[in-house]
């Protein structure tokens, strides 16, 4: 079955860096795209990062545009989150979500996601 | 961005009672449009794709509508493991995908 396990979260103080992993199975991360979303304490949902299916397109949210950096391994069917330059705002909790579209485009949606891992960012 | 705007923030409701859920986007997103339900201290879950379309495993009692800017998520008799928040998110004009705030369907 499909299970997506992220790690890597923890304390980190403003202006350094952390990353995130989330380790697949049940599927192969080569055929379906990948995205970040997070969400604050208490708060709602924020899309952060998309991987296509193939690594040809990387996307991001203008809020962690040049901070974040979305990867992957296919050998370890993992994909990554790249977090530099950290800021109090980007405290959250962290889920890796599987786009559904099949060896395509990204449709956009998430069909199956991880448990989330928490980032804190405090001095 | 699109923008999109749930209401009510929270809906208290018995169990039993319909539930009726709204969303409205800034601009059309078509059918572009899915629904998650969330439980406290556990990841979304996806319920509509869409606008209608039921995800896999996903009770007959949920249900999508609407098309353009306005939309609703409707649950037909509320099961207690139903209390929770839900989110609509939009996959018209991306990136950015967008998700709307939330309304949380507490036991009255």
């Known amino acids: 079955q499909v299970q997506l396990v992220e790690s890597g979260g923890g304390v980190v103080q403003p202006g350094r860096s952390l990353r995130l992993s989330c380790a697949a199975s049940?599927?192969?991360?080569?055929?379906?795209?990948m995205h970040w979303v997070r969400q604050a304490p208490g708060k709602g949902l924020e899309w952060v990062a998309v991987?296509?299916?193939?690594?040809?397109?990387?996307y991001y949210a203008d809020s962690v545009k040049g901070r974040f950096t979305v990867s992957r391994d296919i050998s370890k069917n993992t994909v990554y989150l790249q977090m530099n330059s950290l800021r109090a705002e980007d405290t959250a909790v962290y889920y890796c979500?599987?786009?559904?579209?099949?060896?395509?485009?990204?449709?956009?949606?998430?069909?199956?996601w991880g448990q989330g891992t928490l980032v804190t960012v405090s001095s | 961005e699109i923008v999109l705007t749930q209401s009510p923030a929270t809906l208290s409701l018995s169990p039993g009672e319909r539930a009726t859920l709204s969303c409205k986007a800034s601009q059309s997103v078509s059918s572009y449009l899915a629904w998650y339900q969330q439980k406290p201290g556990q990841a979304p879950r996806l319920l509509i794709y869409?606008?209608?379309n039921r995800a896999t495993g996903i009770p007959a009692r949920f249900s999508g509508s609407g098309s353009g800017t306005d939309f609703t998520l409707t649950i037909r008799s509320l099961e207690p493991e139903d209390f929770a928040v839900y989110y609509c998110q939009q996959r018209s004009n991306w990136p950015p995908l967008t998700f709307g705030g939330g309304t949380k369907v507490e036991i009255k």
């Open positions: 869409d606008a209608s």
């Open positions: 979500a599987r786009d559904p579209t099949y060896f395509y485009d990204s449709s956009g949606f998430f069909d199956f």
């Open positions: 049940g599927f192969t991360i080569s055929n379906y795209g």
């Open positions: 991987i296509w299916y193939d690594g040809s397109n990387k």
